[in-house]
T-cell receptor, first 118, second 112 residues
Framework: GAGVSQSPSNKVTEKGKDVELRCDPI?????LYWYRQSLGQGLEFLIY????????KSGLPSDRFSAERTGGSVSTLTIQRTQQEDSAVYLC????????????????FGPGTRLTVL | DQQVKQNSPSLSVQEGRISILNCDYT??????FLWYKKYPAEGPTFLIS???IKDKNEDGRFTVFLNKSAKHLSLHIVPSQPGDSAVYFC???????????WGAGTKLIIKP
């Protein structure tokens, strides 16, 4: 079946502009994660959606970042007034979870969106 | 504060030999450890995991060893193949928290 898809694959924007990144998770997966990977760094957790529960936004670095997940499927990560330090690869992952321990619930990643802020 | 550390940014190994990738952690609450593999322009893919109640887990050419007293785990790949060239991430989770904490990754290069 289809895996996790993300769009666009690359985005170049000017400082101060808003950007929207999209994630289409695997059908039936209830959990959805957004991560950010800066150059030479590990994945940094941003936000987590699980079913109809309120999302965990504890990883969002500032109030310029927001995300939503419509109908329990597609998710959009929005960065307002982008800054150069926002340049990174943004990765989305989905998993079945459904009460399973995160350590045993395999996350399936999309290819990421490479964001460059000039 | 890096809770999961991969101190080797890169590792070069001859094809057919053993590759050993290392990972250290600081949080004693971690109860699951995972290894993911990432090719360029692709997302990470799950490779192998180990529960903190075990000290070894094996899957084909891949074996993960966990030393809880040293807060250290390692991934062994034997024999190494050219397709194993990738970046390997170590990640950890605590039962009380659904977040994965990731290391910075080690780039493995398999030389022919």
């Amino acid at each position: 079946g289809a895996g996790v898809s993300q769009s666009p694959s690359n985005k170049v924007t000017e400082k101060g502009k808003d950007v929207e990144l999209r994630c289409d998770p695997i059908s039936g997966h209830t959990a959805l994660y957004w991560y950010r990977q800066s150059l030479g760094q590990g994945l940094e957790f941003l936000i987590y959606f699980q079913g109809n529960s309120a999302p965990d936004k504890s990883g969002l670095p500032s109030d310029r970042f927001s995300a939503e997940r419509t109908g329990g499927s597609v998710s959009t990560l929005t960065i307002q007034r982008t800054q150069q330090e926002d340049s990174a690869v943004y990765l989305c992952a989905s998993s079945l979870l459904a009460g399973a321990h995160v350590g045993t619930d395999t996350q399936y990643f999309g290819p990421g969106t490479r964001l460059t802020v000039l | 504060d890096q809770q999961v550390k991969q101190n080797s940014p890169s590792l070069s190994v001859q094809e057919g030999r053993i590759s050993i990738l290392n990972c250290d952690y600081t949080n004693s609450m971690f109860d699951y450890f995972l290894w993911y593999k990432k090719y360029p322009a692709e997302g990470p893919t799950f490779l192998i995991s180990i529960s903190s109640i075990k000290d070894k887990n094996e899957d084909g050419r891949f074996t993960v060893f966990l030393n809880k007293s040293a807060k250290h785990l390692s991934l062994h790949i034997v024999p190494s193949q050219p397709g194993d060239s990738a970046v390997y991430f170590c990640a950890a989770s605590a039962k009380s928290n659904y977040q994965l904490i990731w290391g910075a990754g080690t780039k493995l290069i398999i030389k022919p």
